[in-house]
Each structure stands twice: as structure tokens, then as C-alpha cells.
């Protein structure tokens, strides 16, 4: 066995390694790893019921038998079994390093370990192993955390292709939604796409399927939130400079950011700790925009009364109900009937925990007459194309020698060359158009974008409504939210709440009926404001506890 056992292994790693858990505990101490939370599987390390290498073992052998039906995993690491085995003789000396010690997770693989290959999904980084790695992994492992695999993601975080469906790569390929595991039968989708969406770029699968405890995402707009809300689980979208993004494959930094997708608010606020680490990142000097609580800790805003006196907002216009587009007789709604339903009653439960209800509470740029300070009518902006050149090709000159590729341009080629290979299945017309900016002749409407951006989202958009009617948080339907608070890098935590029906694209064929999908409840606020919102969202998911594990899977 190599280092770490890539795709072609993977299913045959845990009936090898993990045999022993099952063929040799009598039923009634055996730990169920399915939905196990971690202060549950602390509480059982600590009791002596399960050790580090059992939990290892067990989330092996769940990975040998549904990985096939699911796609989640793109590497395995070989040596899980030998740092849990490390872990539990520290604690049998005494030594607990904190809630993560000899807790299995998983990291998406843009994030780079330099025990297991990082290679963003693209064909060109396959296998590659960088010279250094992430601080976020740095401070998982100084955790105790094991990092038991890496996670399946849309190629690049999205940004090869326009179209590509989400937890797509052409190292992966495609990731399916437990929730649904099957492929679209649809003439034109039939490609081996999933028949429900899985949220993307980053990938909630495996932590939904309990092939690990928790795991890390990343997100531009969107790709923690969109997976947490497609696979019913719990998340964190940070608000940009709380975790470190040295060592993470870029898109942006104006937007980039890492943060937990787990299947507890709990669990979310024990990782989001650890990722965050206590003292800003030299590496990343937007690491001192926040300051973290007193010992990373996060668990002190879990208090089951949260919501009492919290002013809640709803932004009604597009978010809930239709808008009117300034100068045009187009209209915009974001929201299914369904979905209003789900959020009906979320509202009513958040009122009979004691929260104030402040309704509507729209957002100004969302409703502003004036088509130049509207946000439905801001066209398009280049910080994403802009950033993706001038921060990809420094990463690429951070790697050295080992880089596979030197610039975006090397990229672009190579995928071309190999394309034959499967480099290029929905094509990298996102790649061509950042590397084709000048970035000096670009600077100045890029410089123009982002201030347009930071003032329609945040300036004119979420502070002005949540400083005008002073609210602790705004309520979102799902990830509907994600875009306006992406731009100014604001934080979300994501809560599961129920399902609704899948819909959108062509008819199913005769006799293939979708199955409902996930919806989640999002609670955000402006920078730095994590502490309340997970304080909100935890007293939520108390007073519902509507998240079920995939059916079938157990």
C-alpha cells in the first residue's frame, strides 16, 4: 500500500483494515459511528467504549460499503489507522489535546496535506503532493484531529467550466446525493450526473453519510452553503479572515474562506474553533480581521435559549416573495411555494422561542428604485476573473519546482493537450476568461467592481438593514442567501430544516419519480458576528431537530 490509496483502492482499504471492529466486540459494546456526534464519541473514547482506531475502523468500513453508491471519497489515508493508534496512547498517558483529539475528519481537496495528494480535481494536479501544507491542516492535526480523507468537489471550486454540475472533477467524477443516489435519466443530462443536486463546489456527502465525524468546505458564494443545504447538514460559512487560506488552492481572496460542514451545529462550532486557530496566520494577513473567542472556544454560544430577545429579520423582497427589476417589468423570486411553507413555520418556531420577528426587513439595494444603486440591475463584475488570475498564478509560484503547472496559461494548455484524457469533459471557458485579463489594464475596473460589490451587499445591502432595524440576524431560505453575503465576506450558519420537491429541467421520464430534497434555514449578520449566529442557529436546530440521516444507509 502507498501513502494513500486514491480512487481505484478505495473500497478495498476498509474490509482490510477494519474488519476487527465488528468481528470482535460483542453487539452490545459495539459504538455506532452513524450520527454519532463528537463530544458523544469523546464521551465514549473517554468511557473506554471505543478507541480512536475503533472509530477509524468503523467510518473505513462504512466508506467500503456505500462508497460505490455515493462517490464521496477521492483519497483515503493509509496511515489513519497508525496516528489513531498514536492518539490513543496520548490519552491512555493522559493526554487529551482538546474535543478533536482522535476524531476522524475529512478536507475538500483544495486544501492541501502533504500526506495525501491535493489536487483541486484537475486532471493536471493528479497525485500531486505540495511541498507545504494548509494552516487549517496544521491546526486540525495540532488538534488531534485525524484527517482520514479527502472529499470529492467540483473541479477547481467551479471555476474550470461553465455548466459543470456540482462535486464534478475530472479526478472524482461525479459525486452523488445520498439522499437520492441515483444518476439523471434525463436525454441531455444522462451523462452521469446526479438526478439531485449535491450543492457544490465543496461536498457534504460523506459527512451526511457518516464516513467521517466532519469536514472542511470552501467557499467563494455558495460551496460550504449550497452542500450543507443539499445533504441536511449543519455549517458554518465564516466570515472571510476568521480561518487562514495559506496552503488553500485559490479562487479569490476578496471572497475566499474555509469553514465546517458537520451534522450538528455542535459539532460545527467544536471544528470552526479548531480551524480558526488563537492567533492570526502570518501567512494570511486577513486573519486579524476578527477576534477569535477566548480559547478558540465556540462552545459557549450554545445556549438552548438563544433566540429569547434576539431580533430576527425577514428579507421578503426576492429572498421570499417576488421583486420588481428597476426600469424593466421582469420580476425575480428565488423562493418555491414549498420553501415559503418550510419558512413559515420556521419563522413561527423562532417567535415561540422568544425571538422578535421584524418583518419584512428588505434589503435596501434589493428594493432601492434607483436602478444605480440596485443590486438586481449591478450587470456583471470581474473580481472573480480578475482574482482568480492574480491569485491562482501566485499560489502556482508559492508551490516551486514541485508545480505541476507555472501559470493558468501552462493550465489551459495542458488541459488542452490532454483533453482526450477527459481534462476537459464541460470544456474551462471560466479558466479562459480570467486568463485572458491583463491585470494592469484590468486593475482599475476590477477596482471599480469590488467597491460596487462591497457597497450594493454590504454597505447599501446587509449592514443598512441589520444597523437600521437592529437585528441580530437575517433569516435566509436555504442557501439563498449566499451571494449578497459573499461579496462582503459575511458570515452564515446553516441549520437542517425539512424537504421539498425537487423540480426544474425537463420532465423525468414515464415511471422515475424524485425524491424530495433537503432545505435548510440560514442565519446571517455582518463580519464578525459568528459567536451570535452560531447562538441563534444552535437554539434553532434544538427546538426542531428535523435532520434525519440518508435513508437506506444506516
Avoid at 26 to 31: D, G, L, Y
Wanted: charged content about 20%; glycine content about 10%; proline content about 8%.
Amino acid at each position: 500500500m502507498t501513502m494513500f490509496e486514491s480512487r481505484p483502492g478505495i473500497l478495498f482499504v476498509a474490509p482490510l483494515m477494519g474488519v476487527s471492529l465488528f468481528s470482535c466486540a460483542p453487539a452490545e459494546a459495539r459504538f455506532d459511528v452513524v450520527e454519532a456526534t463528537i463530544p458523544e464519541m469523546q464521551q465514549a473514547m473517554e468511557e473506554g467504549r471505543v478507541t480512536s482506531r475503533g472509530l477509524v475502523e468503523a467510518y473505513l468500513l462504512r466508506i467500503a460499503l456505500y462508497e460505490e453508491r455515493v462517490n464521496a471519497v477521492i483519497a483515503i489515508n493509509a496511515n489513519a489507522l497508525v496516528e489513531a493508534d498514536q492518539l490513543d496512547q496520548e490519552r491512555a498517558e493522559g493526554r487529551v489535546r482538546g474535543p478533536l483529539h482522535g476524531i476522524p475528519v475529512a478536507l475538500k481537496d483544495n486544501v492541501h496535506t502533504t500526506h495525501l495528494p491535493t489536487t483541486g480535481g484537475a486532471l493536471a494536479f493528479e497525485g500531486f503532493v505540495p511541498p507545504y501544507e494548509a494552516t487549517l491542516t496544521t491546526n486540525l492535526r495540532e488538534a488531534g484531529a485525524i484527517i482520514l480523507a479527502k472529499t470529492v468537489m467540483t473541479e477547481l471550486a467551479n471555476f474550470t467550466a461553465a455548466g459543470m454540475p456540482g462535486n464534478y472533477s475530472a479526478v472524482g467524477g461525479f459525486g452523488l446525493n445520498p439522499y437520492d443516489p441515483r444518476r439523471d435519466p434525463r436525454e441531455g443530462r444522462n451523462d452521469g450526473r446526479p438526478v439531485m443536486g449535491t450543492g457544490g463546489s465543496s461536498s457534504g456527502i460523506g459527512t451526511a453519510m457518516s464516513f467521517w465525524a466532519v469536514n472542511v468546505g470552501t467557499e467563494t458564494s455558495g460551496s460550504i452553503l449550497s452542500p450543507a443545504n443539499a445533504n441536511m447538514l449543519a455549517a458554518i460559512k465564516p466570515t472571510v479572515g476568521r480561518v487562514s487560506r495559506y496552503g488553500v488552492i485559490p479562487i479569490t481572496a476578496d471572497q475566499d474562506i474555509a469553514g465546517p460542514l458537520a451534522r450538528t451545529v455542535t459539532d460545527a462550532a467544536i471544528f470552526f474553533g479548531a480551524l480558526e486557530g488563537v492567533v492570526p496566520d502570518p501567512n494570511d494577513a486577513s486573519t486579524t480581521r476578527c477576534e477569535p473567542p477566548p480559547n478558540g472556544d465556540y462552545t459557549a454560544f450554545l445556549r438552548a435559549d438563544g433566540l429569547q430577545g434576539a431580533r430576527i429579520g425577514i428579507p421578503r423582497a426576492l429572498y421570499y416573495d417576488s421583486v420588481r427589476v428597476p426600469g424593466t417589468d421582469r420580476f425575480q423570486n428565488r423562493l418555491s411555494e414549498e420553501g415559503r411553507v418550510l419558512m413559515a413555520e420556521a419563522i413561527q418556531i423562532l417567535a415561540a422561542q422568544g425571538a422578535t420577528i421584524v418583518d419584512p426587513a428588505d434589503i435596501p439595494s434589493v428594493i432601492d428604485p434607483d436602478p444605480a444603486n440596485n443590486l438586481l440591475t449591478s450587470g456583471g463584475s470581474s473580481v472573480l476573473n480578475y482574482g482568480m488570475k492574480r491569485d491562482f498564478n501566485a499560489w502556482l509560484a508559492s508551490l516551486g519546482e514541485s508545480a505541476p503547472v507555472k501559470t493558468l496559461t501552462e493550465l489551459r494548455e495542458w488541459n488542452l493537450a490532454h483533453e482526450r484524457a477527459g481534462s476537459l469533459k464541460y470544456g474551462q471557458a471560466r479558466l479562459d476568461s480570467s486568463d485572458e485579463l491583463d491585470l494592469d489594464e484590468a486593475r482599475a475596473q476590477y477596482e471599480a467592481d469590488r467597491a460596487r460589490d462591497l457597497y450594493l451587499n454590504g454597505e447599501h445591502g446587509v449592514d443598512e438593514v441589520m444597523i437600521d432595524l437592529e437585528l441580530d440576524a437575517l433569516l435566509f431560505p436555504g442557501s439563498g442567501g449566499a451571494g449578497i453575503l459573499a461579496r462582503p465576506g459575511y458570515p452564515t450558519v446553516i441549520v437542517p430544516f425539512g424537504f421539498v420537491a425537487s423540480s426544474g429541467g425537463p420532465p423525468m421520464p414515464e415511471g422515475f419519480d424524485p425524491k424530495p430534497r433537503p432545505f435548510g434555514v440560514s442565519f446571517s449578520g455582518m463580519a464578525c458576528s459568528e459567536p451570535r449566529l452560531i447562538e441563534l442557529a444552535y437554539a434553532f436546530e434544538q427546538a426542531t431537530l428535523r435532520r434525519v440521516a440518508p435513508p437506506g444507509m444506516q
